[in-house]
């Protein structure tokens, strides 16, 4: 009789048997689609405060009910990055659990009213965009729309447009524009100038603003605070938002791969930096967030940083106790190259209150 655990027959069986597969082929999405996540998951305070201490987000508005209430919530609301973390996590399997990569994402907003503990979140995408990688025979680049909702109401509480690069069942022929094309190097472009805020109210970003205005300045500064990159942050957290990308937490694939070993979730890349910058600030709350690109890995080991740029302030936030800036946030790591990079719209609390 076989003993299929002699190790030489074992071997000899997963040589031949078919692997079922997971995740879907560029050639699989066509646009017009629209596909409903089946995982969904309930939004936790566990799940909010694990995500938030890792990523170094303190606000004291989502830990404390006093904080809370000061800033009009009925309790500690959850954080827009794990509310926006866990809305795509819950979108890998249907849509790039095949792997490739996370290129970029756009057009991220939530609704004014906060998101509590215990809502239920439903998550559905749209294909808007299909197209080919001419830099990437053995890839397409597909977009999507996704909405994440909340499944009681149907009140859409995240909501953002995806680019990601996916494997191709077939590689194409391309004209190979994409790799051969290089960019004229006329050397770095930069201000005479850096100005760094006095403080961290909305009114400490105006001045500045106003300072550099008509200068050849820029509001520009980076802040201390650096995350390394362990176990929990690579593996864990995105699991916990059930991201089932192998880049995260399958060692034995990934070091196949060109980056060799386990990768940080995107999500948890920015989310880290956007945690060092609020922590130089007085946050009231989060508006949106566009142009978000991923410019290269970050493995355990490596340590995220922030530098912030302030592009505009104004006076017109939903609170009369706030005004909105509207910043660039640049990721970087130990060896100062840029990881992550995208502009941010918050409301920022007046000094005056
Ligand atoms: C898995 C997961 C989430 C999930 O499961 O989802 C994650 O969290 S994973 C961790 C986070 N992630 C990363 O770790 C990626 C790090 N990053 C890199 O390693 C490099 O950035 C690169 C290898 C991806 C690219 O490197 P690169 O080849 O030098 O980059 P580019 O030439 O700029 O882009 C190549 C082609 O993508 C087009 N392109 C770029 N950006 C956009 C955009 N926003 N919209 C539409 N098209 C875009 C570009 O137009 C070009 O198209 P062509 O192929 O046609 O030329």
New binding site residues.
Partial sequence: MTDWTDPDTFAQALEQVETKEKGNCFEDFAEGDVIEHDPGLTLTQFGNEQWMGQTLNHDPAYWRTDAAEARGYDEPPIHPDYLTAAT?GI??ED???K????????DVRFPEAPVYAGTELHVESEVV?T??????PE?G?V?WRTRGKDAETGEVVCSYE????IPRREPVA?DG???A?TEADDGPDLPEEFITPDGGYFEDFQAALEDADGENAAVAYRHERGRTQDDVTVAQL?LSTL?T?K??HNVDVMSES??GDI???????RSTALGHARSDEQTWREVGFD????????AVGDTVYAFTRVLSAEDNASSEQAGTVTFEHIAFNQDDEP??SGTRTAEIQKRSN
């Fill in positions: 795509l979108t890998v849509l790039s659990e792997g490739g990569y996370f290129l970029g994402r756009t965009n197209a080919t990688s001419s830099s990437r890839y680049i977009s995806r680019t990601n690069m391309t524009s994409g790799a094309a995105p991201n990308a880049q995260h060109p980056s990768v940080t979730y995107g999500d948890v890349t142009d978000e690109s991923f410019h290269t890995f970050v990881v992550y």
